[in-house]
């Protein structure tokens, strides 16, 4: 079966834009969870969204945001981008909430802020 | 806050030699402890996971871990590596808290497996 889709694969944006990341989980699965990933502070948990609903959310400024729709798919939104936002963005699915179920990743939208 | 900690960023190996990639996490009561791993321009991959019971766990491409509950610990070993396993490996916990769950990593260890 088709495995966690994320789309676009790679994104260049300018500073003060803002972008939106889009997720298709594992059909079936309805917990979604994403992650940023970069050099410096390795990954790092955004949000986890279930039935709709945002179960949990990172230490992250409000300029981060997301949502899920009720086919399971998801959508993060950043608005004002700012150089350090510039990241592997990572978005994961299982079949219900709760990070010790382990999750499967996407192969993740390469974010690049110039 | 939960923690992990990988002791070693970089892991240097010949082909067919034995590799153990070290893990500590902070203790909680309960723990559930995971292993992904990364390979270039790709997202993660589940090696195996923790949940209870048996303290060794075996997991894909013959990488097998053993939870140590006393030291904390969770390292991820292999008898003979290939040049294909070459990767970036990701040590996780299960944090539980009143406000939801999230996987927390490690900084990941970077494996160089050459002939």
């Known amino acids: 079966k088709a495995g966690v889709t994320q789309t676009p694969r790679y994104l260049i944006k300018t500073r003060g834009q803002q972008v939106t990341l889009s997720c298709s989980p594992i059909?079936?699965?309805?917990?979604v969870s994403w992650y940023q990933q970069t050099p410096g502070q390795g990954l790092q948990f955004l949000f986890e969204?279930?039935?709709?609903?945002?179960?949990n959310k990172g230490n992250f400024p409000g300029r981060f945001s997301g949502r899920q729709f009720s086919n399971s798919r998801s959508e993060m939104n950043v608005s004002t981008l700012e150089l350090g936002d510039s990241a592997l963005y990572l978005c994961?699915?299982?079949?219900?909430?709760?990070?010790?179920?382990?999750?499967?990743f996407g192969s993740g939208t390469r974010l690049t802020v110039v | 806050a939960q923690s992990v900690t990988q002791l070693d960023s970089q892991v240097p190996v010949f082909e067919e030699a034995p590799v153990e990639l070290r893990c500590n996490y902070s203790?909680?009561?309960?723990?559930?402890l995971f292993w992904y791993v990364q390979y270039p321009n790709q997202g993660l991959q589940l090696l195996l996971k923790?949940?209870?019971?048996?303290?060794l766990v075996k997991g894909i491409n013959g990488f097998e871990a053993e939870f140590n509950k006393s030291q904390t610990s969770f390292h991820l070993r292999k008898p003979s590596v290939h040049i294909s396993d070459t990767a970036e490996y990701f040590c996780?916990?299960?944090?539980?808290?009143?406000?939801?769950?999230?996987?927390?990593f490690g900084k990941g260890t970077t494996l160089s497996v050459s002939s």
């Open positions: 203790s909680s009561v309960s723990v559930y």
């Open positions: 996780a916990v299960s944090e539980v808290t009143r406000e939801g769950t999230a996987l927390i």
């Open positions: 059909s079936g699965h309805r917990s």
């Open positions: 994961a699915s299982s079949l219900a909430e709760g990070s010790w179920r382990g999750y499967t």
């Open positions: 969204y279930f039935s709709e609903t945002q179960r």
């Open positions: 923790y949940l209870s019971g048996s303290t």
